[in-house]
């Protein structure tokens, strides 16, 4: 059973580029949600979709961007890319009304930006 | 936004020390999570509580959901290197997840 993977797991942009990163969810979810983390800091909540649709989203501005597709796996687009954009991208998938309420996580997807 | 400090933001101990951290918030939460991270991975679910008061224990980890349901504690006994790690809590509220600012524990042999 293969758990969250994303993809890539490394990659380096300049600043101005565009970025999409990739995020296949675990067996039998089908919630999708994104987080950025800064180094030895906690995850910042990014926005989540289900059923194809962006449900929440956090204090991220609309270069942030997103799509969930019909498998229920999911992008997270970043325009403009900025020096501080530079982070730990993470995915975790979680089934909505599971009774666990656990997220998986993805190794993530470091992205640096020069 | 609902904000949940931790504390303390670092912290190496000797093998063999007990620990203890705190994640407190002004909201109140269905539940609260704890995760353990180690670099290069995903935060790894450690344990969920739900009632206010309870309290769980995961071998030498006891984790403790305040009577209010606004914070929570972590204690480790006896720590083993192998529990080096970025500690998260998270707070939970319908869907949504509130994580900590994170302990970064190192625990020297």
């Known amino acids: 059973d293969a758990g969250v993977t994303q993809s890539p797991t490394h990659l380096i942009k300049t600043r101005g580029q565009q970025v999409t990163l990739r995020c296949s969810p675990k067996?039998?979810?089908?919630?999708v949600s994104w987080y950025q983390q800064a180094l030895g800091q906690g995850p910042q909540f990014i926005f989540q979709y289900y059923e194809e649709e962006e449900r929440q989203r956090g204090n991220f501005p609309d270069r942030f961007s997103g799509h969930q597709f019909p498998n229920y796996s999911s992008e997270l687009n970043v325009n403009a890319l900025l020096l501080g954009d530079s982070a730990l991208y993470l995915c975790?998938?979680?089934?909505?009304?599971?009774?666990?309420?656990?997220?998986?996580f993805g190794e993530g997807s470091r992205l640096t930006v020069l | 936004t609902q904000l949940l400090e931790q504390s303390p933001q670092f912290l190496s101990i000797q093998e063999g020390e007990n620990l203890t951290v705190y994640c407190n918030s002004s909201?109140?939460?269905?539940?609260l999570q704890w995760y353990r991270q180690e670099p290069g991975e995903g935060p790894v679910l450690l344990v969920t509580v739900v009632t206010g008061g309870e309290v769980k224990k995961l071998k030498r980890l006891t984790f403790q959901f305040g009577d209010a349901r606004k914070d929570s504690s972590l204690h480790i006994t006896a720590a083993q290197p192998g529990d080096t790690g970025l500690y998260l809590c998270a707070g939970v509220s319908g869907n949504q997840f509130y994580f900590g600012t994170g302990t970064s524990l190192t625990v020297i042999p």
């Open positions: 975790a998938s979680s089934r909505r009304g599971g009774n666990t309420g656990e997220l998986f």
């Open positions: 067996s039998g979810h089908d919630t």
């Open positions: 909201s109140v939460f269905s539940s």
